[in-house]
């Protein structure tokens, strides 16, 4: 089974495409530095199709987009612009903030730990988290990996400061854990129900700084990224931090449903044509927070089979799904599964109808980025 995943509009996008073939932890993989490329396998007709998706109109943003068979890329492009200000293009080498895919390397770090043996999903939140114990022993590490734990999400309780919890106003991600846990008792018994927090990530990147003793960014950095290699990727938790080639977001200046974030939120656009610039000031992460390319999600994405991290029991937990009370069971860690056009695929977590997936190359020339 291959992976992929993409962005909304104006992101990245990595396909990995089923081959036919075992896994590459079942072959016998080729030597660093002399992997053979693969053959041609993308006619003209279909890469034309994919450029006519992804092209959009002169000076606007664009898209990262990559296709992976037998581990290696098949097609890798970029499309518009990474800094409108400048005229810098999207490259394979932009950097992208994931957004909610940032969750599939937050239950890495959890896995890892899992697999060192110093934590268990089965373990009470409040045995790492004191702050949780109002809760009671009840509220499980798996309820925060699953999305069932009952917590009340950070952006539907106040803050203190009356600002808004939106990019264009600082917070950290202490502050939005603090908001969250101030009720005195959860939404629904975990386990009894799904509901998608972001909250829940981000009380596992404290239980991961609480058991290895670093800060989060160290821990990815030291067991993740630089272990794979992944030298452009990053957990993003100073705001005031320069990112080598980051792409800057942007949306469509008459977008209503931006018009009305942004006047909710008493921040002041003129209207007509063209695009806002949206900027991340907010650096908060477990639910997001991952800054990586093109070319690193690559390397991610050959861990799946190579084992590099902890070996195949990695990929297993990673993609083990868990039965609880309520009826959803396709959640993975910080992935999940679906069945679409005839075949199982593995995908990032859906945060309101975000993200849109598919499958095969046809498909991903014909019907994505909608």
């Avoid at 962005?7 to 016998?28: D, E, H, K, R, Y």
């Avoid at 917590?151 to 950290?172: C, I, Q, V």
């Avoid at 799904?194 to 991961?208: Q, S």
């Avoid at 992460?285 to 029991?313: E, H, I, K």
Wanted: charged content about 20%; glycine content about 10%.
């Amino acid at each position: 089974m291959r992976r992929f995943c993409q962005l909304p509009t104006f992101g990245v996008l990595l396909a990995a495409l089923a081959a036919g073939v075992p896994p590459i932890s079942a072959q016998t993989a080729p030597p660093a530095g002399k992997r053979e490329r693969p053959g041609p396998w993308l006619d003209p007709g279909r890469e034309s199709a994919i450029n006519r998706l992804f092209s959009g109109p002169p000076n606007s943003p664009g898209y990262a987009v990559a296709l992976i068979k037998d581990d290696e890329f098949v097609f890798a492009n970029g499309y518009g612009l990474a800094n409108l200000d400048d005229g810098i293009p999207i490259t394979r080498t932009t950097s992208f903030h994931l957004a909610s895919l940032s969750k599939q390397f937050t239950a890495a770090a959890i896995a890892l730990l899992i697999l060192d043996g110093k934590i268990a999903l089965s373990d009470p939140v409040a045995k790492y988290l004191p702050e949780a114990s109002k809760y009671g022993s009840g509220l499980r590490i798996e309820h925060l990996v699953y999305m069932t734990s009952g917590l009340h999400e950070y952006t539907d309780e106040p803050r203190k400061n009356g600002s808004p919890w939106m990019a264009f106003y600082y917070f950290t991600r202490d502050e939005a854990i603090a908001a969250a846990l101030a009720p005195d008792q959860l939404e629904f018994a975990p386990g009894t129900k799904w509901a998608y927090r972001n909250i829940n990530y981000m009380l596992l990147t404290k239980i991961v700084e609480v058991v290895s003793h670093a800060s989060f960014a160290a821990f990815m950095r030291d067991r993740v990224f630089v272990p794979l290699g992944m030298s452009h990727s990053e957990i993003n938790d100073d705001s005031t931090e320069v990112v080598p080639h980051r792409a800057t977001g942007y949306a469509l200046r008459s977008d209503p449903r931006l018009l009305q974030d942004l006047a909710q939120a008493g921040v002041v656009i003129q209207p007509g044509a063209g695009w806002a610039r949206l900027v991340r000031v907010a650096p908060h992460f477990g639910g997001s927070g991952v800054f990586t390319t093109l070319n690193d999600l690559l390397l991610w994405d050959r861990n799946w089979y190579a084992g590099t991290l902890a070996g195949p029991r990695f990929t297993e937990l990673m993609n083990t799904r868990m039965k609880f009370e309520h009826d959803k069971d396709n959640d993975a860690m910080g992935l999940v599964f679906g069945w679409r056009y005839g075949r199982f695929y593995l995908h990032g977590p859906l945060s309101g109808g975000a993200l849109h997936h598919c499958l095969s190359l046809e498909h991903a020339a014909g019907r994505c980025g909608r």
